[in-house]
Every structure is written in structure tokens, then in C-alpha cells.
């Protein structure tokens, strides 16, 4: 199915083909005409689905001529505002829009600025655009299309009341676009009532990544972790790796060590600045920096291509949360791997990620790695089936659990 079918307009199309996209992926057929159409749309789909240009698209050909801000994005952070504002000013060439990102953690001026010049699109998190709505730089009365992105996430992260503070600046008659990579009752419950008769999209849950993924767990002595990686990274092949690490003390731990091992790695977590962060992802991309060690809230959403390997240092107290880290890699229906350490503590995690993958993952040893006593799980013959509190639940009240234990 081309894209042309799905009513886009003849400069979108021609723009969706020369960033190379040959057909549309199953979120962007099932939603792009549903948005062109104006209706509500709720999006369960995750980050590699292509959604981005499911609402991306639609919008900017949706949008109106009048003057001032006709469509607004607000997305958890700073990665996927610049993410989506990159899809929005390629295409929005071709449609003539307009766009800016409004986050924190940069000055005002060069954002206000660019208000000031005019924009048809915001692209921005929760905090920054209230504030910016706070000094009068930004009028969202003539809104025509908002979009809330990574909702669950925005959930977990707390930004709940930060987002019905703009939802009330809004004007009521507009259309509204939810995306989630799971959609828990509160989300609805939230924002239920702000929708009107909204059309549900639900994109094949996580089976498909996972599939492609080559996935082995590493049983080893906690203590041994640190060698283990070192081990692993020292002499390997393994071109783009991303190392997920619990917590960014831990980060910034191994990337001292692995630094004086003289491997090429760099850290990234939300304490470094956003120009840090930025270095930091472009050296990964040109493949400066092989070795990338990040915490999960800023590696979600990062786009990055073709990443070989994801490393689990820890593995996610919420399994959703290692189903999108190893969804990093084989991007595009390209192969990947992922590894994860396991020590005694963290079989539960195992087990839970087991149920929600519905697959038994294969333990592998490191071949010549003098492994110390380490716990070693029993060979199970079935998966325990999904529970209904893991896959749709217990999302948010993990992570606030989490981040308390920080
Ligand atoms: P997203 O889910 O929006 O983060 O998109 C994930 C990646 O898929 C991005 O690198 C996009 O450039 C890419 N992508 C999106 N749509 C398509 C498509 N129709 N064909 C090929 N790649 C795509």
C-alpha cells in the first residue's frame, strides 16, 4: 500500500519517499487516515512503530492557514521533542509550516525568538510550554490539532497535572491525538473525558520487535557484573551497544571504568546537560563513542539507527521497560542482540519479563570468563501466563517506585 492511498497530499508523499520510507508501517496506515479525516484518535503503539509520522503527517496537512500556533505536540523529553521537530520541519517544508521546540534546560531567547517570527507547529514537554504560556510567548486559543505523545510515559514521569494545566489553556473544539506505548485505565481516566468519540488504533503489543531480537541472559555474581561488561566490550566486534544501567550513579561508575579500560563509551542520563546529551548522541551515530551507557527514561525514545547490541547491565524492574530497551536494535527489520546480566536478586524481573514476551530466554556462559559462585535459574519448561497488572498496570506505579529507590 503506497502512501498516496492513504490521502496524503502529493509534497508530503514525495517527501515521505525521499527520506526513504517505501511503505507505510501499521500504525501509519491505520492512523493517518483517521487523522485526516479529523477524527480523536488513541494510538497505542511504541517508540519504532513509525508513529511519529503517523500524527506528524496527517497534522501538518490538516492544519489551517490562519495565523498562530495550529498544532501542538508535548512529549515527555527533550530527545523525542527534537526528534519529532526534526520529521516536522523536514516535511514541514513541503506543507509550508512552521515549527519550534520549546524544552527546558536551554535558554529562552532563541525559542522565544522564533514564537515571535511565528509557528504553526509547538513541539515541546510540559514543563517549558507552561512557562512559556506563563510569559506570554505562547497563545494557544486557536489550536487546531494537539497531540500527547508517549502518554504512559509522561504518566511515569509525573507530568499528569502539568498536562491538564495546558489542556485547559486549549480551546474545546479540536482535535486530539493520544499515543502510548501501553494504555493503562488511568490514561484514559485522564483524558477520557477530553476526547470526543475517539477512534482506538492498537499496533501489534511488543511481539514483533522481540521476535527479531537474538536475546540471551547471563547469569553472574553481582559483584562480577562490572568485570563481566568489561569483559565482553574488550576485543568484541560489537559496533553500536547500548548499555542500560539502573540508576545514573551506576552510569557514571562505568563509564569512568570503562574509560580508563580505554574502550570508547560515553554516559548519558538526565543530570548532564542537553548540549552534553547531544554530543553524546551525535558521537554514538557517527560511531565516535561504540559503547553508549544510559539510564532507561532517556534511552526510550531515542531514535537512533541500527544500534548492533543492547546490553542489560540491571535488568528493568517493569518488564514493558525491557521490551522497549531491546527494541532499540533490530530497527527495520534488521537483526540485533541483546544481552542481559542476571544476578540472584533479579530473577523475579526475569521471570515477569518471561511472562510478558511469552518466551523462555536461553542462559548463556562468556566463554574464558572466570566466573565466581552465581545463581543460576532453574530450566522452566512453560512461561506462567501474562497476569492482566503487568501488561496494562503496573507501568506507573513501578516506576514511581523505582525512582523513589534512587
Ligand atoms: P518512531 O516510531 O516514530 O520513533 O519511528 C522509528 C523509525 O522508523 C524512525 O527512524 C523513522 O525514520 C522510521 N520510519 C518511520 N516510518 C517509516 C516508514 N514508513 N518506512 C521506513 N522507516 C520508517
Redesign the pocket.
Known sequence: MPFTSLGLAEPLVKE?AD???????PI?KAAIPEVLAGRDVIGC??????????FILPTLQRISDKPGIKALVVTPTRELAD?IHE?ALTCGKATGHRTVTLYGGVSYSPQEEKLRAGVDLVVATPGRLLDMIGRGAVRLSGLEVLVLDEADRMLDMGFWPDVKRIIDFLPHKRQTLLFSATMSPKILEFIGATLNKPVSIEIGRPATPVKLVDQAIYPVNAMQKTDLLLELLKGSDMQRVLIFVQTKRMVDRLFNILKRAGLPAAPIHSDLSQSQRQRTLSDFKTGQCRFLLATDIVAR?I?I?SVSHVINFDLPANPEDYVHRIGRTA??GEGGSAISFLDAAEIGNLREIEALIGRLLPCKDLPGFNYRERFIPSVKKKVSRPTKRLVFNGGARRATQRRRRR
Do not use: H, N, S
Open positions: 515521505v527520506m526513504g520510507y517505501r511503505e507505510p508501517t501509519q503503539a511504541q517508540t519504532g512503530t513509525g508513529k511519529t509520522a503517523a526528534q520529521l525514545g531514535d539507527e530497527r527495520a
